[in-house]
């Protein structure tokens, strides 16, 4: 296939948190607002004023200092996020819209917080004056309670401090505007995701990681007119003519921000189709649907708990249709497996990539590749021979089918 | 011979340091096993307060709980039936002794009574399993299951308070996992091993790995209607739950708790979803909520709260605390995650009386101390007794741990809204919620109880595998550092012996010791001895 555009344009804003698009949204006045998990909804983070900033620290690969600080034995992710902060990775940010929905990221977060209190000191990793780190709550459920207590939360501990803090205008119109330049990013990326449902893609699975990643990482009204060009690009994009895959997969799990274990992955035969885990535009890239008379706030928790599929949740029905969900993204995406990866030291997806690795195989009749990774891919080989295997294995079961 | 030491040696006992003569007691035990060569002579009348009053009593309420509390039959199946049973009946005397070596008088008297209360405990709850079990009555649901609730252990009892005497709770794994692995530390392995087997890592909190192994090898009895989970105290916790939920397969209601609990507006969830519970209940059930039960239930166990605060007082600020490390530690955490019970206030009852003659008397039941010891953080579950070794080599004694202060609070009863606010509070403050995994400045609540108890030393439990607490260790050394105070890491993984061992703990504090503290041994036999093999 033709290259895109602006894929190594793309590829390089993804070099560092603090990009061009980053810098340039800074000179324009604006404030960054730095989150890590889905929970935290990003589309009130890029109220006129501000911006969102969804945390990675691409090339670290030895995080030391954070390992003094968090040990060895806590996520890659957290800890990297911890190192890049500590080398003044992260100074740009204004503010960090914190949530403790895993213990790593949040004991992460705990650290960049001043907390004024006699009992332990103020570390002040982020050298910026008017940085400040606030935590909201983030529900364990899908229900009435969860969506009022959310809503709840996101007013006094996101809004509130945006407006004591910048004087962000966090009025119904505000977000509204917000809602609106979110949708249009929604829009654009599901279009260009959407290429990954044919019979022979024209865009490959490490494209689109890295396009729903600068999404994430750059200030929109930055990224959207490259997003539009990109999806413009797209539609007269030709397929080769002989298929570069052998199979195509889903890949889901926990948190991935590196598009270059998707390349690993495509390099061994399959073609990532669908990107159901954190980072991921499954749930990410859903529109927020805001109806006249409706609480934008309100509706804005409700959707970011409604779409997420965390394994997180503990209610049994949630739980259970976690893997129905799977399943369905696996027939809607034409795939012929799944790839499950969690990042070592992730406890809920430990568990939860264990019974995938059953429930899909058993109940969905999917072929299932069950692999622990790391947050940057450093045992490149064993992965590559796995999924080499894994490959194999599906283009076996699918001669015996007969296909 | 000298006639007179050795009569006065048979009369009070040897006693404790090397320079007087010394009791040995690492020389009491056959290597590897740890089995006695022979019994400890604690002095005439101890000895035999310890063979009548705790050796022979316990053993004979041993047999008549059971007969009383479910019955020899409903017990013999389940031993049958039941690995966690079985493996860990016979050894509970040897964790007595494990925990109560070395004590004298008042010390070996009121920490026994703590034991006891847990033996009790434990037993009706087993019985209960063992009794409403549809395993071992061929299938079949009798009243007794119809009117037990199973529950996680994190769960807070007090939560069914409102159905005491119509619905029994028992936690799902509180005794078979939790009490049996401090009983008889090889029982646990086999589960970590049985969810390992699976494809689960080795690196998620282990005590969630075991929980998660009993139901991979089926070794759960099925003993109620519903099921309620919470995902206290982890991440892992959570998992635990969807895993639980795909063997077990019942209504499940999921009882959510925050981690950073200091935010009024938590708290107000926390109330709304209690009372969701509720209602899970009375549907599940058929049985209305009782508000009187409630109340009355709350307030016998804030009773049981404000002897806490007595003991607290007497420990913090005398020298005449009779309890030692162990029993406080587990008599606590016990009481007050499972709720009011009556044998809490029968054995209060008893230490009370102890308590009263220690502070009128003036009896320092460790005369050998050297060091005030708080123990922060999760504890080796495998080790627990760990305290009274390091009391017995070092004189290192730990006055109060963080398991037994984290329900510091009383529930008000004056009103259903202050109840509720009170009971989402206390539900917050689970066990290692409000100080391992929860909120960081609660971690740090350290110095306040430091000081509090008026210590001088820390030993800071290192939960290899627990991530709220790893997330926080290099601020904790900076803190100690900066603050100039004496800490020693006690590394371990919860219920699992195999990733530290009890020898290496014990080398990491005789190093610590030694190299930072320059002190000598109180009893050098207990330096280093090999007790691998035992329970």
């Known amino acids: 296939m033709r290259d895109l555009k602006h894929l190594i344009y793309f590829e390089n804003l993804l070099q560092e948190a603090n990009n061009d698009l980053v810098k340039q949204a800074k000179a324009d006045g604006k404030r960054a607002i730095g989150y890590t998990c889905y929970f935290m909804p990003e589309v009130l983070l890029d109220l006129p004023g501000c911006f969102s900033v969804r945390l990675r620290a691409p090339r670290c690969t030895s995080p030391d200092i954070a390992t003094y600080y968090m040990s060895a034995r806590v996520c890659h992710y957290a800890r990297s996020l911890m190192e890049r902060a500590l080398e003044g990775?992260?100074?740009?940010?204004?503010?960090?819209?914190?949530?403790?929905?895993?213990?790593?990221?949040?004991?992460?977060?705990?650290?960049?917080?001043?907390?004024?209190?006699?009992?332990?000191?103020?570390?002040?990793?982020?050298?910026?004056?008017?940085?400040?780190?606030?935590?909201?709550?983030?529900?364990?459920?899908?229900?009435?309670?969860?969506?009022?207590?959310?809503?709840?939360?996101?007013r006094v501990h996101v809004l509130d401090e945006l407006n004591k803090h910048f004087g962000i205008d966090v009025s119904d119109e505000a977000i509204r505007q917000a809602v609106e330049q979110h949708n249009e990013v929604c829009r654009l990326i599901n279009e260009i995701g959407d290429y990954r449902k044919l019979d022979n893609p024209t865009i490959t699975g490490y494209e689109f990681h890295v396009i729903q990643l600068v999404s994430l990482v750059c200030p929109k009204y930055l990224i959207l007119p490259y997003l539009r060009e990109t999806a413009e690009e797209l539609k007269t994009r030709e397929p080769d003519l002989k298929k570069e895959f052998r199979c195509?997969?889903?890949?889901?799990?926990?948190?991935?921000?590196?598009?270059?274990?998707?390349?690993?992955?495509?390099?061994?035969?399959?073609?990532?189709?669908?990107?159901?885990?954190?980072?991921?535009?499954?749930?990410s890239r859903q529109p927020i649907e805001l109806k006249e008379g409706e609480d934008p706030v309100f509706t804005i928790a409700k959707h970011y708990l409604v779409t997420s599929n965390c394994p997180r949740f503990m209610p049994q029905d949630e739980m259970r249709a976690r893997k129905q969900r799977i399943a369905e993204l696996a027939k809607e995406y034409h795939a012929?497996?799944?790839?499950?990866?969690?990042?070592?030291?992730?406890?809920?997806?430990?568990?939860?990539?264990?019974?995938?690795?059953?429930?899909?195989?058993?109940?969905?009749?999917?072929?299932?590749?069950?692999?622990?990774?790391?947050?940057?891919?450093?045992?490149?080989?064993?992965?590559?021979?796995r999924f080499q295997a894994f490959v194999e294995s599906v283009e076996i079961k699918q001669i015996q089918e007969g296909k | 011979m000298d006639i007179k030491k050795a009569l006065k040696d048979f009369w009070y006992g040897k006693p404790h340091t090397?320079?007087?003569?010394?009791?040995?007691?690492?020389?009491?035990?056959?290597?590897?096993?740890?089995?006695?060569?022979?019994?400890?002579?604690?002095?005439?009348?101890?000895?035999?307060?310890?063979?009548?009053?705790?050796?022979?009593?316990?053993?004979?309420?041993?047999?008549?709980?059971?007969?009383?509390?479910?019955?020899?039959?409903?017990?013999?199946?389940?031993?049958?039936?039941?690995?966690?049973?079985?493996?860990?009946?016979?050894?509970?005397?040897?964790?007595?002794?494990?925990?109560l070596e070395g004590m004298r008088g008042e010390a070996m008297k009121a920490s026994a009574w703590h034991y006891r209360a847990m033996v009790s405990t434990t037993i009706r709850q087993f019985q209960r399993m063992f009794a409403a079990d549809t395993r071992l009555h061929g299938g079949k649901q009798n009243d007794l299951y119809k009117h037990t609730i199973a529950h996680n252990e994190t769960v807070w009892g007090g939560v069914f308070y409102p159905w005491d005497g119509e619905i029994q709770n028992v936690p799902l794994e509180m005794i078979p996992y939790f009490v049996t692995c401090h009983v008889n530390s090889h029982t646990v392995l086999n589960y970590i091993d049985a969810v390992q087997s699976i494809g689960l890592p080795g690196d998620p909190c282990p005590m969630c790995q075991a929980e998660s192994g009993i139901f991979v090898l089926d070794d759960v009895p099925d003993y109620a209607p519903a099921v309620v989970t919470c995902n206290e105290a982890c991440d892992a916790s959570v998992s635990t739950s969807t895993l639980q939920d795909w063997f077990f397969d019942k209504p499940l209601f999921s009882l959510p708790m925050p981690m950073i609990f200091d935010d009024p507006l938590v708290k107000k969830y926390c109330m709304r979803e209690i009372e969701e519970l509720w209602k899970f209940v009375e549907q599940q059930y058929g049985i209305p909520f009782s508000w009187e039960k409630l109340v009355k239930k709350l307030e016998q166990q804030n009773e049981l709260q404000r002897f806490e605060w007595e003991k607290w007082e007497v420990a913090g600020k005398s020298d005449y605390y009779p309890i030692n490390g162990v029993a406080q530690a587990l008599y606590r955490i016990?009481?007050?995650?499972?709720?009011?019970?009556?044998?809490?206030?029968?054995?209060?009852?008893?230490?009370?009386?102890?308590?009263?003659?220690?502070?009128?008397?003036?009896?320092?039941?460790?005369?050998?101390?050297?060091?005030?010891?708080?123990?922060?953080?999760?504890?080796?579950?495998?080790?627990?007794?760990?305290?009274?070794?390091?009391?017995?080599?070092?004189?290192?004694?730990?006055?109060?741990?963080?398991?037994?202060?984290?329900?510091?609070?009383?529930?008000?009863?004056?009103?259903?809204?202050?109840?509720?606010?009170?009971?989402?509070?206390?539900?917050?403050?689970?066990?290692?919620?409000?100080?391992?995994?929860?909120?960081?400045?609660?971690?740090?609540?350290?110095?306040?109880?430091?000081?509090?108890?008026?210590?001088?030393?820390?030993?800071?439990?290192?939960?290899?595998?627990?991530?709220?607490?790893?997330?926080?260790?290099?601020?904790?050394?900076?803190?100690?550092?900066?603050?100039n105070i004496h800490a020693f890491w006690v590394p371990h993984a919860l219920p699992d012996s195999r990733t530290v061992s009890r020898a290496e703990i014990r080398r990491l504090i005789n190093d610590y010791m030694t190299t930072v503290m320059h002190e000598e041994p109180l009893d050098p036999s207990l330096l280093d001895f090999d007790d691998s093999m035992t329970w």
């Open chain 2, 18 to 99: 090397a320079e007087e003569g010394g009791r040995r007691l690492g020389d009491l035990h056959e290597d590897k096993t740890h089995l006695y060569k022979h019994r400890e002579w604690r002095g005439f009348k101890d000895t035999m307060y310890y063979f009548y009053m705790i050796w022979l009593y316990n053993y004979i309420f041993m047999v008549k709980d059971v007969m009383v509390m479910g019955g020899l039959v409903n017990f013999a199946k389940g031993v049958w039936r039941y690995r966690w049973v079985g493996q860990t009946y016979l050894p509970v005397l040897h964790w007595f002794d494990r925990g």
């Open chain 1, 248 to 283: 195509k997969v889903v890949l889901a799990g926990s948190e991935n921000d590196d598009p270059d274990f998707t390349k690993l992955v495509e390099s061994c035969g399959a073609r990532v189709v669908c990107d159901r885990y954190c980072y991921g535009a499954v749930e």
């Open chain 2, 334 to 483: 016990y009481q007050t995650q499972y709720g009011d019970w009556e044998i809490w206030h029968v054995t209060d009852k008893k230490v009370r009386k102890i308590l009263e003659k220690c502070v009128s008397k003036k009896i320092n039941s460790f005369p050998q101390t050297r060091h005030r010891v708080i123990a922060w953080s999760c504890a080796p579950l495998y080790y627990s007794n760990w305290c009274t070794w390091a009391y017995n080599c070092w004189g290192l004694n730990v006055i109060i741990n963080m398991d037994s202060l984290m329900f510091d609070m009383t529930i008000r009863t004056d009103s259903y809204e202050h109840t509720l606010e009170d009971m989402a509070q206390y539900h917050m403050w689970a066990p290692m919620r409000r100080m391992a995994v929860g909120g960081m400045r609660h971690m740090f609540e350290l110095w306040e109880y430091m000081e509090k108890f008026n210590c001088d030393m820390v030993a800071m439990y290192d939960q290899l595998q627990c991530k709220g607490v790893q997330g926080l260790h290099g601020l904790f050394e900076d803190e100690f550092r900066d603050r």
């Open chain 1, 336 to 385: 012929d497996g799944v790839i499950i990866a969690s990042n070592k030291f992730c406890e809920y997806w430990s568990y939860e990539r264990v019974i995938d690795t059953v429930i899909l195989k058993r109940d969905f009749g999917l072929p299932v590749c069950s692999i622990e990774k790391e947050y940057i891919n450093s045992a490149s080989g064993q992965l590559r021979t």
């Open chain 1, 89 to 154: 990775g992260f100074n740009f940010l204004d503010a960090q819209m914190a949530t403790e929905t895993c213990t790593a990221t949040c004991r992460f977060q705990e650290h960049l917080e001043q907390k004024h209190i006699d009992s332990v000191k103020d570390m002040r990793i982020i050298d910026n004056d008017d940085f400040f780190c606030s935590f909201s709550d983030v529900p364990f459920k899908n229900n009435q309670i969860a969506y009022e207590h959310f809503a709840e939360q996101l």
